[in-house]
């Protein structure tokens, strides 16, 4: 390679600097080496698919966040606390964008014809039991309409109701003069659902349905009484809602009314017991059973809490369930007469006594209705209905638990729970939208993974993740490996000795099992696999090291250094390793792919990467389980890793061959 | 020095490994856990401290490291390798290996002759067609061979296998690959050989397969019966060991192509040439019986390297060898295993490699030892 060594120097000069011993003058020669080299791999069609396919993918991994669609790590709300952030792993789906849109608004108006002087209170009931949900409306001219729906159920056609005249209930009792307001539910246990409304007199009037839901035989209104014998009777306008509140298969009565007053009946005992009641005062949060509501307020600019003046008039209870009944939370909204609303998802309940706990101070107990605008004496009517999603492919949550996993064995079925929402306002006018579920237009290349994770990000992501393992395993195996193996090689003796029976007991071992069992030692985290694989990589390095100080240390130069009077440690490090580094680094190219490979292969049976980080073996390894069904789970992060792995190995064929004189003529 | 001198030296040198081998292995798995906490396992009967502390004491996990090894190198010796805490009643992990050995011997073997019979020819034309598009098509395959993550193309090929199998059954050609697991002689009620009465099983399931005749059947029907499970054993043990092969086939191929193009430039191969003899005598009477010799040995060496690749193979087709126990036995803290599996390991890793080397120098006298 290199003939002949010229010194011009005096060495026994003291006024010289010690840089003119330094590497640079035999690396004259070597740099002309270097650039026959390259003009030689430039030629070679392997060697620069090689290359260029890893810039791309170092390019990929470096653009990481401008290339992918989700990631790196992105954050969703912790479904029971609220308000804890999980951090997700990279890729992982968006849990808080995509997720319920409302419809379009839909004028029913023309519908419902009800006359624009009129205010109403509204509930929604199946009256006939045709499974679509029918509407009943109390008017303040003491009126009692029946909206019939003759519509579909599919959400994206909406229901459509028309004025029933088939239907007839017996009159209204003429105590009551103003506002009827209905509520509608099985009230005697017969299956067969039955009616109650609140007049302006502050009564409570039910009326029995003795027949079928298709041919009712109402009984006339009478006066409702609770468990004393004494009427229910309130100072204004009564709201009654049917509800099972205690979840005990057996509807229970909520009555709101004019002075903030929040009732409680609980049906026990074949008749309706006051369980308990909450009066909302304005600026008087009550203590109910040891805990705080305060129901009237607003959340500030800074997002706290103030308390502010409630309107005035009479309070209106709509309990929906947004949450399965096996979770056994009502979620109610209140409805003021000044067109104030609050909404409340319930985040406990105690059976015996039965309260909802309202926590306010948590952000998700909050829900924000995008299209209703508060107005005065308006009502509105929350339904929901289920879709079943898990046929779909669709992996979804929202904030606001509107989705529910029910667990059956391994086949887990995810139903989630949307709203409709059917709106009443001042001047006849009734609005009708409803939820439904919005992909947020992000493209998943790859598809998605059984997790609902973009499989084309998680790929980007884990491939920055393997090559900085795999440049940062090479490098510190390369630096410990070197200063071994020079001392070993420099020192020669004993030491050499030691040190290269220490390198055969690394090397009687295969690489990957020797990795595994310190991967196993040391415990299952990226930081303890790229020790392992240092571990197995340095006597490789430790070897040519010595192998290049042996040959290099009998050279002149060194010599020359030593003579000069230069110490041990500065002859090697500024003299002998700058040129022994060239085969070094060479070799080291050569093994980021094998460093790659075995850390990818140490992933999938379980070491290194945790189930869920964005690691191309413990992507494989998570979609194991689907991947006859679903290949592109394990394609893909194979796909990868065989990509680097060539693209290494390329590089190393072009080097080796351009290094291998026998070759090159 | 000469060669004897050379032989004697490596197999000194053997010693200092095996020592340091033992050494490693007994570190790492003692790095693992508490040895107690592994076997006593999760069971709800809580041990108290003071069972701990005495049954440390029986074990002498008490004493200092020193004395552990010392007392781990003489069982040793004795060919005690402990037990195997994640079989359920433990077994001797010495009596594991020799259960599960045979399976992936037989794997590694039957891939060891794939990738022969596969990469030698591939080599040889990869020589002869040097820059030519042979050439580049089977470097491109010896190049995604050697860059392919193994268990990958483990299960890229259970899916294709399962969608061939679609297609076969719906073509009704009246064949699949099997989805059962292998049919051992357990699954017939009469095992009694007809040739060698019982033959005892070897635990090589080909042949087990093959010497089945069991003898309680008409003559024909016997030797049907082994031969169908021979088919049965065969098309179990092909994808895997296919999958096994990929790697060493691309190894031998580059290996052959190297060694062919080297031997081509021989002075004694230009002699041939000029003496006019046909280009196809030249490579295959001349040059390839000097070409394959490293690639010969080489194949030695690679069936110890293979046991890497057990590990991740057995894996990805749960195979009954050593690798997947090796993996479960990590997952199980069990120590004696990882302990006696690294051993086994390395000593047949070191072994052969000696093997190699020694193998080496006795065929090409050329090499020089200083």
Same mark, same amino acid.
């Given at each position: 390679m290199q003939s002949g060594f010229e010194y011009d120097v005096d060495i026994y000069d003291e006024e010289i600097p010690s840089e003119v011993f330094s590497f640079k003058e035999?690396?004259?020669?070597?740099?002309?080496?270097?650039?026959?080299?390259?003009?030689?791999?430039?030629?070679?069609?392997?060697?620069?698919?090689?290359?260029?396919?890893?810039?791309?993918?170092?390019?990929?991994?470096?653009?990481?966040?401008?290339?992918?669609?989700?990631?790196?790590?992105?954050?969703?709300?912790?479904?029971?606390?609220?308000?804890?952030?999980?951090?997700?792993?990279?890729?992982?789906?968006?849990?808080?964008?995509?997720?319920?849109?409302?419809?379009?608004?839909?004028?029913?108006?023309?519908?419902?014809?009800?006359?624009?002087?009129?205010?109403?209170?509204?509930?929604?009931?199946?009256?006939?039991?045709?499974?679509?949900?029918?509407?009943?409306?109390?008017?303040?001219?003491?009126?009692?309409?029946?909206?019939?729906?003759?519509g579909s159920d599919d959400p994206v056609n909406p229901n459509k109701w028309t004025l029933s005249s088939t239907l007839t209930f017996p009159t209204i009792p003429e105590n009551i003069t103003g506002l009827v307001s209905p509520a509608a539910g099985d009230i005697n246990n017969d299956s067969v659902t039955d009616v109650v409304i609140g007049g302006n007199d502050g009564k409570i009037y039910q009326t029995l349905n003795n027949g079928t839901p298709g041919s009712p035989e109402w009984t006339d209104f009478s006066l409702m009484y609770d468990i004393d014998g004494e009427e229910l009777r309130y100072a204004g306008q009564a709201h009654p809602t049917l509800v099972d509140y205690n979840h005990d298969n057996q509807t229970d009565l909520v009555i709101g009314s004019s002075d903030y007053a929040i009732d409680v009946y609980l049906w026990e005992y074949d008749v309706f017991q006051r369980a308990w009641g909450f009066e909302l005062q304005s600026n008087m949060p009550k203590d109910i059973k040891n805990r705080k509501l305060s129901l009237d307020g607003s959340y500030g600019s800074g997002g706290e809490w103030v308390d502010t003046p409630l309107g005035s008039g009479s309070v209106r209870v709509n309990f929906i369930h947004i949450k399965p009944d096996s979770v056994k939370y009502w979620d109610i909204a209140v409805i003021f007469d000044s067109g104030d609303y609050e909404f409340f998802t319930a985040t406990d309940i105690v059976s015996n006594p039965n309260y909802v706990m309202l926590d306010k101070s948590k952000p998700s107990a909050r829900f924000d209705f995008p299209i209703v605008e508060a107005e005065i004496s308006f009502d509105f009517l929350f339904y929901d209905y289920i879709i079943d999603v898990s046929a779909g492919n669709i992996t979804f949550e929202t904030e606001v638990n509107q989705s529910e996993f029910i667990e059956g064995g391994e086949n887990q079925t995810e139903i989630i729970k949307l709203s409709r929402l059917l709106e009443f306002k001042p001047g006849g006018t009734v609005v009708y939208s409803f939820q439904f579920l919005e992909e947020d237009g992000r493209v998943h290349y790859f598809g998605t993974d059984q997790q609902g994770g973009d499989i084309y990000s998680r790929c980007i992501w884990a491939l920055q993740t393997d @090559? #900085?393992?795999? *440049?940062?395993? /090479?490098?510190? %195996?390369?630096?410990?490996?070197?200063?071994?193996? !020079? =001392? $070993?090689?420099?020192?020669?003796?004993?030491?050499?000795? @030691? #040190?290269?029976? *220490?390198?055969? /007991?690394?090397? %009687?071992?295969?690489?990957?099992?020797?990795?595994? !069992? =310190? $991967?196993?030692?040391?415990?299952?985290?990226?930081?303890? @696999?790229?020790?392992?694989?240092?571990? /197995?990589?340095? %006597?490789?390095?430790?070897?040519?090291?010595?192998?290049?100080?042996?040959?290099?240390?009998?050279?002149?130069?060194?010599?020359?250094?030593?003579?000069?009077?230069?110490?041990?440690s500065r002859i090697i490090f500024r003299h002998v390793l700058p040129n022994s580094i060239y085969p070094l680094l060479v070799a080291a190219t050569l093994d980021l792919g094998g460093v790659v490979l075995t850390a990818a292969g140490l992933s999938f049976i379980g070491f290194g990467a945790n189930p869920g980080d964005a690691e191309l073996g413990r992507m494989i390894a998570d979609g194991r389980d689907y991947f006859i069904k679903s290949p592109w789970l394990v394609f893909f992060p194979g796909f990868f890793i065989f990509l680097i792995v060539l693209a290494f190995n390329l590089i190393g064929d072009g080097i080796r061959d351009v290094m291998d004189p026998k070759l090159r003529r | 020095m000469k060669y004897k001198e050379y032989v004697v030296k490596r197999l000194i040198l053997l010693i200092p490994v095996m020592f340091g081998v033992s050494l490693l292995s007994f570190v790492l798995s003692n790095a693992v856990g508490d040895p107690i906490a592994s076997y006593v396992g999760q069971s709800d009967d809580k041990i108290s401290e003071e069972r701990m502390a005495q049954l440390r004491h029986q074990l002498g996990l008490d004493q200092p490291w020193y004395v552990q090894y010392s007392r781990y190198l003489g069982r040793l010796l004795q060919g005690d390798l402990g037990e195997s805490a994640s079989y359920n009643p433990p077994l001797p992990v010495l009596e594991v290996i020799v259960i599960r050995f045979p399976a992936t011997a037989e794997l590694?073997?039957?891939?060891?002759?794939?990738?022969?019979?596969?990469?030698?020819?591939?080599?040889?034309?990869?020589?002869?067609?040097?820059?030519?598009?042979?050439?580049?098509?089977?470097?491109?395959?010896?190049?995604?061979?050697?860059?392919?993550?193994?268990?990958?193309?483990?299960?890229?090929?259970?899916?294709?296998?399962?969608?061939?199998?679609?297609?076969?059954?719906?073509?009704?050609?009246?064949?699949?690959?099997?989805?059962?697991?292998?049919?051992?002689?357990?699954?017939?009620?009469?095992?009694?050989?007809i040739l060698f009465g019982m033959v005892p099983a070897s635990g090589f399931m080909l042949l087990d397969s093959i010497l089945f005749l069991p003898a309680d059947f008409p003559i024909l029907d016997s030797v049907n019966t082994s031969f169908l499970m021979f088919i049965d054993v065969l098309l179990h043990l092909f994808p895997p060991a296919f999958c096994l092969s990929w790697l060493q086939m691309a190894l031998f191929t580059r290996m052959t192509r190297m060694s062919m193009l080297e031997t081509m430039r021989q002075d004694y191969i230009l002699l041939a040439k000029s003496k006019g003899l046909t280009e196809r005598i030249i490579i295959y009477r001349h040059a390839l019986r000097n070409a394959i010799i490293p690639t010969l040995t080489v194949a030695g060496l690679s069936l110890a390297g293979l046991l890497t690749g057990t590990v991740l193979t057995e894996t990805v087709f749960s195979w009954p060898g050593l690798g997947r126990w090796a993996v479960n036995a990590v997952a199980n803290l069990d120590l004696a295993a990882i302990q006696g599996f690294v051993l086994v390991a390395a000593i047949l890793y070191v072994l052969s490699n000696l093997g190699v080397d020694l193998l080496y120098g006795f065929i090409d006298p050329r090499i020089r030892y200083d």
């Open positions: 035999s690396l004259r020669a070597r740099f002309r080496e270097l650039r026959h080299s390259v003009s030689l791999l430039k030629r070679s069609p392997l060697f620069i698919f090689g290359f260029f396919t890893i810039m791309f993918l170092v390019a990929l991994a470096v653009f990481a966040p401008f290339i992918t669609n989700f990631g790196p790590s992105e954050f969703a709300i912790d479904d029971i606390l609220h308000v804890n952030y999980i951090k997700q792993p990279p890729g992982w789906r968006d849990k808080v964008t995509k997720q319920i849109a409302w419809s379009e608004i839909n004028d029913l108006s023309t519908d419902f014809g009800i006359d624009p002087n009129l205010a109403v209170r509204s509930c929604i009931v199946d009256l006939n039991n045709d499974s679509l949900e029918d509407i009943l409306v109390g008017t303040n001219s003491s009126q009692l309409l029946f909206y019939e729906n003759i @090559l #900085i393992l795999a *440049i940062w395993v /090479v490098a510190i %195996a390369v630096v410990i490996g070197t200063i071994i193996g !020079a =001392i $070993a090689g420099y020192f020669g003796g004993w030491i050499d000795q @030691l #040190i290269m029976r *220490i390198t055969d /007991v690394f090397f %009687a071992f295969p690489g990957l099992i020797l990795a595994m !069992a =310190i $991967a196993a030692a040391l415990g299952r985290s990226m930081f303890n @696999l790229s020790i392992a694989l240092i571990a /197995v990589w340095w %006597a490789g390095y430790a070897r040519i090291a010595r192998g290049q100080v042996i040959s290099e240390k009998s050279r002149l130069y060194v010599e020359a250094a030593r003579a000069v009077g230069l110490g041990n | 590694s073997v039957f891939s060891l002759i794939i990738a022969i019979l596969v990469g030698i020819p591939l080599g040889i034309i990869s020589a002869i067609k040097k820059d030519k598009v042979p050439d580049h098509m089977s470097r491109i395959a010896a190049l995604s061979g050697v860059s392919m993550p193994i268990f990958w193309l483990g299960l890229m090929l259970q899916v294709v296998l399962f969608n061939v199998n679609n297609v076969l059954d719906n073509s009704a050609i009246g064949f699949q690959f099997p989805y059962h697991e292998r049919w051992t002689r357990n699954d017939y009620p009469q095992p009694t050989s």
